[in-house]
């Protein structure tokens, strides 16, 4: 059973906005009438709100979520993002590149079957199924930061289990230096990888990469739900990473792929513009996006545009200590 | 052919276009004071009205050539007011993140104009337009005689730089922008004329 322990800054049950208003803000936006150029182009499927508005309502279809058991979380000191917010502001641009696609575009994504392929420099290679995501390592609740390269963050009850575990089971050989991580390439599913320009002019599957001494570190996470349910699709569903000393980006979702490697793998925001996105992608004050400054960001929680919530910005998202050792000696300018 | 309205039907457009402007800005930061505006309702401000602002500057220079074209004398009423609404929203766009994106920490705010190309280009823009925006009075006009003309044909400056801000400012999907691209070229197009001869006039000054 999960037991919630609510903090005073918690969201309560009556503030949250009623998920149809919620879900339809755009369209509320979109008919008053001020939308980008791009929405003239929308698909049919990001514009069928807009019809639907006139031709009897038909609301889409949620995606099913359902309730995991697992070791709950110790308190955290921070503010929970809402699970509204959590779910709502998502970038996956394999759904749309706007922060309010994923949740729009995903809810008939399907996630069973799956199969996670392990591979490459491994002693026992193996493939998990879509219930053995959730039953072949004991499933634990971790609240994590998460720090967007785009200066926002959030904080999210994650469940899931150690990748160190993966790691150890699948028990890579000495040539195994890194693990290259791959999305699942579904472009009758995801839309973004259907076209150009719903996805970013990204060329898919998207890929991301660890060291291996990265992957083996306790904080790494393959997370398979949040908020006490499997994840919702726009999420990473059903499972993906999450690194939390590192941009958000790194943390790749949907997984279909992890390949143990030999050589530093490529990865997908580094092929799109190397000189803004690194490989490491630690999060760091210091080193700015050469288009906007990282040394503070902007807290999502509660609350509207009045809510004060820029914050000083912690080198490794705050979890110096626990992954600092892993880059002693580099220099983290040049290897950001 | 030339397509005119009854005279007495330009006020009531007037105050159409007041409400067609007006609406969706209180209608955003009413929702965005709720916090009805999805995930980040500071992200959703800023685009809505960066995006509004550039529509308006569209809009704004689409009425010559389409009063010209369609001999529709009475568009070329609407360009001030259109024009001060595209000042209103960038200067709610400019607003937006001096208060909720830095939160007014003006060190910060300085910083992101100076260092960031895109941001210094978008406030060179929003200087201009303030410019364009305080001599845009009837009578400042009268008293400025042909150099109001030569300081309001900066608009063409003012959407190029505007159009430039928003290309930089994004992550990896350029198609919009490039859109605006392409929509600033017809327009300049339309003006291939008046710009060249305001061309020889700048240089034969210099």
């Keep these: ?336 | 052919m030339a397509i005119n309205i009854p005279k007495q039907w330009l006020p009531r457009i007037k105050v159409l276009v007041h409400l067609t402007a007006l609406y969706p800005l209180i209608n955003l930061y009413y929702s965005a004071i709720q916090d009805q505006l999805g995930g980040d309702p500071v992200e959703a401000v800023i685009h809505f009205t960066g995006i509004g602002a550039l529509n308006l500057l569209v809009i704004g220079l689409l009425l010559t050539p389409v009063a010209r074209r369609f001999q529709m004398g009475f568009l070329i009423q609407f360009r001030r007011m259109i024009g001060l609404y595209a000042f209103v929203y960038a200067l709610c766009h400019m607003l937006n993140f001096l208060f909720f994106e830095v939160q007014l920490n003006l060190q910060l705010f300085v910083d992101e104009v100076f260092e960031r190309p895109y941001i210094t280009v978008g406030m060179t823009a929003f200087l201009l337009l303030i410019a364009l925006a305080a001599t845009s009075t009837k009578k400042l006009r009268q008293k400025m005689k042909g150099r109001w003309q030569t300081l309001h044909n900066f608009i063409y400056l003012v959407v190029l730089l505007v159009v430039i801000h928003f290309y930089w400012s994004v992550k990896s999907d350029i198609v919009e922008p490039l859109t605006y691209v392409t929509l600033f070229f017809i327009l300049m197009a339309f003006r291939y004329k008046k710009l060249r001869r305001w061309g020889d006039k700048l240089f034969s000054r210099l």
């Design chain 1, 1 to 336: 059973m999960l037991i919630k322990s609510v903090a005073p800054g918690d969201c309560k049950e009556f503030e949250i906005t009623d998920e149809r208003v919620y879900l339809n803000r755009r369209e509320i936006i979109k008919k008053m009438g001020f939308v980008g150029v791009g929405s003239l182009f929308a698909s049919s499927a990001a514009t069928a709100g807009i019809a639907d508005l006139f031709g009897g309502s038909t609301a889409p279809a949620v995606f099913q979520q359902r309730a995991l058991q697992f070791g709950a979380a110790e308190k955290f000191p921070e503010t929970l993002t809402p699970e509204v917010k959590v779910t709502g502001h998502n970038n996956f641009y394999e759904f749309g590149i706007e922060k309010q696609q994923p949740a729009e575009l995903s809810q008939g994504f399907k996630v069973d079957p799956w199969q996670l392929k392990i591979s490459g420099e491994v002693e026992n290679p193996l493939t998990l199924g879509y219930d053995d995501l959730y039953s072949s390592f004991p499933l634990e609740e971790r609240i994590y930061r998460l720090r967007c390269v785009e200066a926002w963050s959030m904080v999210v009850p994650w469940i899931g289990f150690s990748l160190a575990d993966l790691v150890k089971r699948a028990r890579p050989t000495s040539r195994a230096k890194y693990l290259a991580f791959e999305t699942l390439y579904d472009p009758a599913q995801m839309p973004g990888q259907k076209s150009r320009r719903m996805g970013g002019g990204i060329d898919y599957p998207y890929v991301e990469g660890l060291r291996i001494d990265e992957a083996m570190n306790p904080l790494a996470l393959m997370s398979v739900g949040l908020y006490g349910k499997t994840l919702p699709p726009q999420n990473g569903a059903p499972i993906r990473l999450v690194v939390p000393w590192k941009y958000g980006f790194k943390s790749i979702k949907s997984i279909v792929g992890i390949k143990f490697v030999e050589k530093k793998p490529a990865t997908t925001w580094n092929l799109l513009a190397s000189r803004e996105y690194g490989f490491y992608a630690n999060v760091n004050p210091a080193v700015d996006h050469p288009r906007w400054s990282q040394a503070s960001e902007r807290r999502i929680t509660t609350g509207g545009i009045f809510t004060q919530n820029r914050i000083p910005t912690l080198p490794f998202n705050g979890y110096g200590d626990q992954v600092g050792d892993l880059y002693a000696g580099m220099n983290l300018k040049k290897y950001y």
